[in-house]
């Protein structure tokens, strides 16, 4: 029977929130996968043994050429998936040199020494920050993008410096356009670490465990059923599974590149988050309501039709509950590590063992 050899993937970010996920996706279904992170978020426990990792920056011209040497990817072999980059919106608009310099300047930096090492498919961490502030709902990926915010910009900036390398080089890339993941790996191998996260599930669940004194609601006039802003939550899983897919997509298709939202087509108010939330644990947040935020839209919600059916793309974890629940037991995890022993070393043995 004949061998089917795959080739390696680099994942940027690799050691992050959703990149360490998709690690575990490509490794989970057989795949050689390298990382390169600069651990400035991420955690080195977060990936696996028997992983490649170079701790390093993207934009590190020598860095780079040395691990496609070392990992055999160029010359027409291997796939880069790139989640590395800056991804807090209000810092963003704070700092927004920072989130051109991260997220644009140093992709261009990797895209360029790709094309110079003749890699031919590129995956590309995108997001809904995209759209800013759609009128239409649910959003389908020609929705008119219109970011409101630098984070925004610097990715739809890469997103158009994709398609025109694309169009001059042999190529093929995937954008994916991300709404609200959330979650952890189902074995609890992996999930999010990052020290004063601003996303809701992660705030909420801490919250339920008494790392935080409350939730703040920003906003409960919206032209929403209960007044509170609705998202649409993906399970971090099944955002990582849909990577691979669009990998096997562009190694099918050479000349096809893809962009797609990622999310279920359904939304949730903050407030029906923390209420599930109450339910799982019989311990209720106490909620704190706020003014709006400016720039945050009413409603946030996928059509993500074409993902399901470009990729054939089946969810296995799109439940509120199944997110909560995995969220909660990761950050469980995480409360016991922090009371043990340090994060480094009991974190690599939840994560390995």
Not at 260 to 265: A, D, E, K
Not at 284 to 296: I, K, T
Request: charged residues 20%; contains cysteine; hydrophobic residues 45%.
């Amino acid at each position: 029977m004949e061998r089917i050899i795959r080739p390696t993937v680099l994942v940027t970010g690799g050691a992050g929130y959703i990149g360490s996920h998709a690690v575990l996706a490509l490794v989970d279904a057989g795949w050689t996968v390298a990382v390169i992170d600069d651990l400035s978020t991420g955690h080195r426990f977060a990936v696996p043994e028997g992983v490649a990792f170079y701790e390093g920056d993207i934009a590190d011209d020598a860095l780079l050429a040395r691990i496609f040497r070392e990992q055999a990817i160029g010359r027409g072999f291997g796939a880069i998936m790139h989640f590395a980059g800056s991804i807090v919106v209000p810092e963003s608009v704070a700092d927004p040199l920072k989130y051109y310099h991260n997220n644009t300047a140093k992709s261009r930096v990797l895209l360029e020494a790709a094309v110079r090492a003749g890699v031919p498919h590129f995956i590309f961490s995108s997001t809904a920050a995209t759209y800013g502030m759609p009128d239409v709902s649910p959003v389908v990926e020609d929705t008119p993008r219109a970011p409101i915010n630098p984070y925004g910009w610097s990715k739809l900036m890469t997103e158009q410096m994709l398609a025109d390398v694309a169009a001059a080089h042999r190529l093929n890339y995937g954008a994916l356009r991300y709404f609200n993941v959330a979650g952890a790996d189902p074995a609890g191998r992996s999930g999010q670490a990052t020290d004063g996260a601003t996303h809701l599930i992660k705030v909420a669940v801490e919250a339920a465990l008494g790392k935080r004194d409350h939730v703040s609601v920003f906003g409960t006039d919206y032209a929403t059923p209960d007044g509170t802003g609705v998202r649409d939550y993906i399970h971090v899983s099944d955002l990582a599974a849909a990577h691979v897919l669009a990998l096997e997509a562009l190694i099918d298709a050479p000349g096809r590149s893809l962009i797609l939202n990622c999310g279920y087509g359904r939304g949730f108010s903050v407030l029906e988050v923390l209420d599930a939330l109450d339910r799982l644990t019989g311990r209720p947040v106490e909620r704190r309501f706020e003014p709006r935020r400016a720039g945050d839209p009413a409603a946030l919600v996928s059509d993500s039709s074409r993902l399901r059916t470009t990729l054939g793309w089946i969810p296995r974890h799109a439940d509120l509950e199944t997110i909560l629940s995995h969220a909660l037991a990761w950050e469980q995890i995480l409360e016991a590590i922090r009371a043990d022993c340090s994060s480094e070393t009991l974190g690599a043995r939840a994560v390995n063992g």
